[in-house]
């Protein structure tokens, strides 16, 4: 159970994987950033402040700088750039960092070492690159995106399909080989690795080059997506929830006869949450992915999850080798119910911040 603490600190909390702590049990646990990362004075965290863990490190973000911890052997980093870090994307491997003046790096998370992405110039005319810049990030451990605000998706460092004038992008999400791509009237485009039907275009392919509407969501205003490992979930704009890819850990949350672990679900699969009698139905609005786990927030801020429960995973004395695949269940914080929380997963992690 988490405690409360001062709202003004740069404080987070994590369940599962916490490479600051790992001799817990993978419970709900308080972060303060300051106080785990021993920043340089001139270097403190402050709020806002971003945040991924891998599956061996944490990065945070915080203005200029950005902070490196690795949970194999408690190496701290501390990198500074010349302009505020804006958006944040980490895979196993390496990271990518958008600053607010537009330049793109990538960062070595194991050799601490970061080099500037400058494709843009590579793939437009000089007289363009000033008007074009990068809009949004991602990545994953295969496959490393950036979308820019002439609407071209480019699969680092190629450009890979430009989307008609008319289309708005909303939102950007990879699994660890796959993409999906969120426009605003609630259209869902994938593409990449689509071996364990990741991609819900009913199909298990190898790799789908460029981005391609999944027709199974057509009619369907999609409003958030997730992709996680080797599965996506997207929610509409009625508070649904739509999931597809590998059920290896029951992540795809189904209650029902369908819920068998290690099966494929190559087309979206409308998730049924059941309620006692008298409840209200639940009007879902946001969904996260990690490895082998799902996370969603209903209307109300209650939180969620299907597949791994990641308490007991990391705990030895509770583990079990094949887990009851028992659809969502209920995600206790103990954090301020008047209080709006921001949640993130990591692979084997979910990380909640306050507003």
Not at 38 to 44: A, N, Q, V
Not at 71 to 84: K, L, P, R, V, Y
Not at 164 to 175: D, S, T
Not at 220 to 241: E, M, P, Q
């Amino acid at each position: 159970m988490a405690s409360k603490t001062d709202r003004s600190s740069p404080n987070i909390w994590i369940s599962g994987f916490n490479p600051f702590n790992l001799d817990g049990s993978g419970a709900l646990t308080e972060i303060n950033l300051n106080d785990t990362l021993k920043p340089k004075p001139s270097l403190s965290v402050i709020k806002p402040c971003q945040i991924e863990i891998t599956s061996t490190h944490a990065l945070v973000a915080s203005g200029c700088n950005l902070y490196s911890h690795s949970a194999i052997t408690g190496c701290q980093n501390e990198t500074s750039f010349t302009s505020a870090i804006v958006q944040l994307s980490a895979s196993t491997w390496h990271c990518l960092v958008l600053l607010e003046n537009g330049d793109l790096f990538k960062y070595d998370i194991n050799e601490h070492r970061s080099s500037r992405l400058d494709f843009l110039t590579v793939e437009n005319a000089p007289e363009l690159t000033d008007r074009e810049r990068i809009t949004h990030i991602a990545c994953g451990d295969r496959v490393s995106v950036a979308i820019t605000s002439g609407r071209t998706v480019f699969n680092i460092p190629n450009k890979t399909f430009t989307f008609p004038r008319h289309v708005r992008i909303v939102k950007l999400a990879v699994g660890l080989e796959h993409c999906l791509l969120l426009t605003g009237n609630g259209d869902v485009y994938s593409w990449g690795g689509g071996l364990r039907g990741q991609l819900g275009n009913g199909e298990i392919t190898p790799h789908q080059e460029q981005p391609q509407l999944i027709a199974a969501l057509a009619g369907v205003k999609i409003v958030d997506i997730a992709a996680g490992g080797w599965h996506s979930g997207a929610v509409s704009a009625f508070g649904d929830l739509y999931c597809w890819g590998w059920n290896s850990k029951g992540q795809l949350g189904h209650a029902d006869g369908r819920q068998l672990k290690g099966r494929v679900f190559s087309l979206p699969q409308l998730v049924a949450f059941p309620s006692g009698d008298g409840e209200e139905e639940l009007c879902l609005e946001r969904v996260y992915c990690g490895m082998g786990h799902t996370v969603v927030v209903d209307s109300k801020g209650v939180i969620y999850f299907a597949g791994n429960d990641l308490d007991a995973r990391l705990d030895y004395t509770k583990v079990q080798r094949n887990p009851s695949l028992t659809g969502f269940r209920r995600f206790e914080t103990g954090l301020d119910g008047d209080v709006k929380l921001n949640l993130k997963c990591g692979a084997n992690s979910i990380i909640i911040t306050r507003e």
